[in-house]
């Protein structure tokens, strides 16, 4: 497993959090703290620091896919009726 710095991202995930989420999830990591020992209260804090509130939110103009992209998609695509077949002759 990869080592991450959960003080730092907990931090930058707490500061996206607005103050009734920062309540909420303070009262949530007091109950873990008195409830888990250390490597368990690692693994419950990795947890949360990967699910929403405190991850980051998706960019998704990212996974958007440009007009120049989706062209040379379709260029490799087979389109026509011969190709369909994949040359198979069926």
């Not at 949530?28 to 980051?56: D, H, I, K, Q, Y």
């Not at 103009?61 to 989706?70: E, H, P, T």
Request: no cysteine; charged share 30%; glycine share 6%.
């Amino acid at each position: 497993m990869r080592r991450i710095d959960l003080a730092a991202i907990t931090l930058e995930g707490w500061s996206r959090l607005d103050d009734r989420q920062r309540q909420r999830f303070a009262e949530m990591f007091l109950r873990a703290a008195l409830r888990l020992g250390g490597p368990e209260l690692r693994r419950w804090l990795r947890r949360r620091v990967r699910t929403a509130p405190l991850a980051a939110p998706v960019d998704l103009a990212a996974f958007a896919i440009s007009d120049g992209d989706m062209a040379l998609l379709l260029k490799a695509l087979p389109l026509r009726a011969d190709d369909a077949d994949r040359g198979t002759g069926l």
